[in-house]
């Protein structure tokens, strides 16, 4: 009779439990659990301008606002054409100034030291395009490299014969006409310094956004190519969360 007792005891426990664990199904089974993630806005940031990294400001995990400074590229060869583009601006201003004021024996003296300058460079750039042609003849250079070089060498040619010309012109004396070129090579002398100084500003690389840095993929010392997305910055204010429903649970989501 006991043992009979101890059995109708655990039956009525093993019934209790398993009414008590379909019940917590039963009450679970309106739960839903979705897994996602959270994202934000990742802005990836370079510059228009191919170079080495002169010096890096941030690293990963660091918060930047609008307008900090994150790297700056190192440009020798931009800067050096900066001043080459500034000495054809002073001296088609020279030109101008000569035309304005008649000719005069050391306008006309000036005059020919910019046309032999420029003949020197024709000279050095017609050199450098051969040696970069044999070059590439051989391998070694790329035909970009050549090209290049022969882009060089054709610049220079056309720079010496409006020396040339600026030369004559200061030689016969400017009419009318003449100071009207001067002044429309000053012009374009300098549109040429604005164009280089605004390829030198983008030497610097600025934070758009608020945010957080999230990679750092070169550092000082490296070369990165043109756009090379070197910093990505996490924006502020731009997080939201994504899951993944399944088809069928669609109607039960609702706002809120």
């Known amino acids: 009779m006991k043992r009979l007792s101890i059995s109708l005891v655990v039956i009525l426990v093993l019934t ?79 030109i101008e100034d000569k035309a304005k004021a008649g000719t005069r024996k050391p306008l006309v003296a000036s005059a020919y030291d910019m046309w032999q300058k420029a003949e020197v460079g024709v000279t050095y750039a017609r050199q450098t395009y051969r040696r970069v042609a044999r070059l590439c003849e051989q391998g070694v250079v790329s035909a970009q490299k050549r090209d290049e070089a022969y882009a060089n060498l054709e610049a220079a040619k056309a720079t010496a014969r409006a020396a040339k010309s600026q030369y004559m012109l200061a030689v016969e004396g400017a009419s009318r006409e003449d100071k009207e070129a001067a002044a429309a090579q000053v012009r374009q002398a300098q549109s040429v310094v604005e164009e280089v100084e605004r390829y030198l500003a983008d030497r610097v690389v600025y934070s758009p956004v608020d945010g957080e840095v999230m990679t750092v993929t070169a550092y000082a010392g490296e070369l990165v190519g043109t756009g090379y997305p070197v910093i990505t910055i996490a924006e502020n204010g731009t997080a939201k969360a994504v899951f993944n429903i399944a088809e069928n649970l669609l109607p039960q989501i609702r706002m809120g």
Not at 72 to 79: A, K, Q
């Open 16 to 94: 209790l439990s398993i009414v008590v664990f379909v019940a917590y199904r039963l009450g679970d089974s309106e739960r839903v659990v979705a897994q996602g993630f959270v994202e934000s806005r990742m802005l990836r940031l370079g510059s228009k301008l191919a170079g080495r990294i002169d010096r890096l400001y941030v690293e990963e995990g660091d918060s930047v606002v609008q307008g900090d400074t994150l790297y700056i590229i190192s440009t020798p060869e931009l800067d050096a054409k900066l001043l080459q583009v500034e000495a054809m601006l002073d001296g088609a201003k020279a």
